[in-house]
């Protein structure tokens, strides 16, 4: 049950896009299109972002959208806003019928 | 509107125990997996248990197999996590969240606002 691999942290400009890498192994990211992402601001619960990969819940900007190829998935958020400055985590479903996080990433807005 | 309120958490020493609990409201709780998640101070989250809508089948993270039990009572709506034989690693918020379906193959699409446990003498 090894954690996902994340970047530790990326930084864009407002307006720019970003994107953020989860890499796992074919137990996990890559044999199930059961990934996740979640947004924490500090200090508070995370808030789920896209779920099954790339779908959106409802309420969540159509700026964040997600994708996977092989065993890493991808967070891609568009049109950089100062609010979007969080941490962000990966998760994905295991072989096990566990799950698993990523690191985080910590997202800062220039 | 759903709502996940965790309680139970505290100052414990090592090897002791401590029971969570996690109140939920606002959905029909018995059609829906469960699961208590962890953050250690300044760290990044953790799985650490999940159990399906009928509370048939539990599951954990090798880090609490066979110290943590994860339950439910579906009359009461409550979702428990049994800690015992508690370590200085231990130390984290616990959030209580709820799955997308009835399976543990759901995604977490719920999450309460934690409760912390320390573990220190």
């Known amino acids: 049950q090894s954690a996902l691999t994340q970047p530790a942290s990326v930084s864009g400009s407002p307006g720019q896009s970003i994107t953020i890498s989860c890499t796992g192994t074919?137990?996990?990211?890559?044999?199930?299109?059961?990934v996740s992402w979640y947004q924490q601001h500090p200090g508070k619960a995370p808030k789920l972002m896209i779920y099954?990969?790339?779908k959106r819940p409802s309420g969540v900007s159509n700026r964040f959208s997600g994708s996977k190829s092989g065993n890493t998935a991808s967070l891609t958020i568009s049109g950089l806003q100062a609010e979007d400055e969080a941490d962000y985590y990966c998760?994905?479903?295991?072989?096990?019928?566990?799950?698993?996080f990523g690191g985080g990433t910590k997202l800062t807005v220039l | 509107e759903v709502q996940l309120v965790e309680s139970g958490g505290g100052l414990v020493q090592p090897g002791g125990s401590l029971r969570l609990s996690c109140a939920a409201s606002g959905f029909t709780f018995s059609s829906y997996a469960m699961y208590w998640v962890r953050q250690a101070p300044g760290k990044g989250l953790e799985w650490v248990s999940g159990?399906?809508?009928?509370?048939?089948?539990?599951y954990y993270a090798d880090s609490v197999k066979g110290r943590f039990t994860i339950s439910r009572d579906n009359s009461r709506n409550t979702l428990d996590l049994q800690m015992n034989s508690l370590r200085a690693e231990d130390t984290a918020v616990y959030y209580c969240?709820?799955?997308?379906?009835?399976?543990?193959?759901?995604?977490?699409?719920?999450w309460g606002q934690g409760t912390l446990v320390t573990v220190s003498s």
């Open positions: 159990i399906s809508g009928g509370g048939g089948s539990t």
């Open positions: 074919s137990s996990d990211v890559g044999g199930y299109n059961y």
């Open positions: 969240a709820k799955g997308f379906g009835i399976t543990v193959a759901y995604n977490i699409d719920y």
């Open positions: 099954d990969v790339t």
């Open positions: 998760s994905s479903y295991t072989s096990s019928s566990t799950w698993v």
